[in-house]
């Protein structure tokens, strides 16, 4: 997802004025309540307060479900957002606009959750035999610490969950976390994807590379019915393309994990159908079918989707 910033939109429309009666004739801010923003009815939206509020206007017609940043790849949100800079005299945002399409593709719109499934159905078709345990990996992301495009014969007898998923969204056009957010060097530990998302990056330092659809925490605090209603309510909002992160029960960091990437959900309320996720395995990187009771056993569930576009190496 491509996104603008609430304080990269305010920082770009400081010490400019719009007028409220011109901007209604703007086709493209027909669907924005500008008197709204007009906070101290004057007739202008000036000022960090108004400018604020025009933002939360704006961003009523966006579904990124975050107050802090509107989805640019949606049209309508765009438009509206351009209108504003043209009203406002604001070359620098509609500048900052440009830059946000340069960075994630034509039109901004960049990756989406079909990329990232396409991605996992082709390392799983393609390099299935470098993400067994007894298998060397087969590096496709080159902002990883290690090489890129060799037999990494040092990674026999490792896990590699947390390599497919980091692969698999370097692969897609996302960037995907890296410890110490330099972008790059290594992946988080299948436990610990978690942190780069909306809601849990700040607190621990990190920049956003995910939203949290749902989470189901300290599974194993709950009865067996309040384990199987809310495992099945997070998976029922899985869709191709999002990513379910697992953490085992204990204090294991390393290997205390596990990464899946929704290919497919035909799972229904009554339970019938299954997720079907690509992962590292044992043996082999392949595509399973998951249902509520291959969770019950966990700690911590997360269900995330990327929305950091990748900017150069992709």
């Known amino acids: 997802m491509s996104s603008i910033k609430r304080p990269d939109f305010n920082r ?4 400019t004025s719009i007028d409220v009666n011109k901007a209604k004739q703007d086709t493209d801010l027909a669907g924005v309540n500008l008197d709204k923003a007009d906070l101290n009815h004057d007739g ?4 960090a307060a108004e400018t604020d509020q025009l933002f939360l206007e704006i961003d009523k017609m966006d579904r990124d479900g975050s107050y802090q940043s509107m989805d640019v790849g949606n049209d309508k949100v765009k438009s509206a957002i351009l209108a504003a800079a043209d009203q406002a005299g604001a070359p620098g945002l509609k500048a900052h606009m440009a830059r946000i399409e340069q960075m994630t593709g034509t039109g901004g719109t960049g990756p989406t959750n079909t990329d990232v499934a396409k991605a996992a159905d082709d390392l799983v078709s393609n390099y299935a035999q470098n993400y067994g345990v007894d298998d060397p990996w087969f590096n496709l992301d080159p902002k990883h610490a290690l090489p890129a495009n060799v037999r990494l014969g040092g990674l026999k007898g490792r896990w590699k969950c947390n390599l497919f998923a980091g692969n698999v969204m370097a692969k897609a056009g996302f960037e995907p976390p890296y410890y110490g957010n330099r972008g790059s060097g290594e992946y988080p530990n299948a436990n610990q994807f978690f942190k780069w998302s909306d809601k ?9 590379h995910f939203k949290l659809k749902a989470e189901v925490l300290n599974v194993d605090q709950m009865s067996s019915d309040e384990k199987k209603t809310a495992i099945m309510e997070l998976l029922k909002k899985a869709e191709p393309g999002d990513f379910i992160f697992v953490d085992h029960r204990g204090a294991d960091v390393s290997d205390g994990g596990h990464c899946r990437v929704v290919t497919e959900n035909t799972l229904d309320d009554q339970g019938n159908g299954a997720v079907k996720c690509a992962q ?12 509520v009771f291959d969770f019950t056993g966990e700690e911590h569930i997360w269900l995330m989707k990327a929305t950091k576009p990748r900017v150069g190496n992709s």
């Open 12 to 15: 770009h429309l400081q010490n």
């Open 44 to 47: 202008k939206i000036a000022g």
């Open 200 to 208: 849990y990056a700040g607190q621990y330092g990190n920049k956003e």
């Open 280 to 291: 590292a395995s044992h043996g082999q990187a392949e595509v399973q079918d998951e249902k």
